[in-house]
């Protein structure tokens, strides 16, 4: 984590040389993924050019990237990865939330849809198990939370765009 704060502090300073940098880094990753470990730190690298200052063009590479992030936070991944993952959906949304409102309709009900169907499976638990929660597994259920949380966030102002009525029951349940 220490390395991901430096990169983010120097991204403060040089913001384009340091997306650049990072962005190469991170399709060199890509292109050889061989463990979970690998995603993890393109996660971690996303999140160090993800914050200040906020720029379009980290915001349209992060949105190339949702579907990576997606598959890093579904049941089957390992719970470091799928939380680390889970974290940063909530933190796109809240940051960038023109990735999931933009123009093209299917887009944004395939992103929600993806997101929904990264956290559904987990919710299927009895009550036994319900009693015994595994700490990193209250952890995603907080993860899940704050992303239906700043899910509601992104139309707060404009209620009539909003796509997040349509899957209010889904929220709901979860």
Known sequence: MYSTVAVAEFYKLAPQTIFEKVKERIEEIIGKIENWTQIHAILLMLYSIADEP????VSEYISSKFDLIIE???PQQV????????????????????I???PEEETTD???ADII???????????????EIPADVRQIFLRFASIIYHLANVWRNNIYESKIVQYFEKFYDI
């Open 54 to 57: 906020a720029q379009p063009e």
């Open 79 to 98: 719970p470091r990865l799928r939380e680390t993952a889970l974290f940063f959906i909530g933190f796109v949304i809240k940051k960038y939330p023109e």
């Open 117 to 131: 169907n990264s956290i559904e499976p987990t919710l299927d638990i009895n009550e036994e198990e319900q009693s």
């Open 72 to 74: 890093a936070s579904l």
């Open 110 to 112: 395939k992103q929600i």
């Open 100 to 102: 999931i409102t933009r």
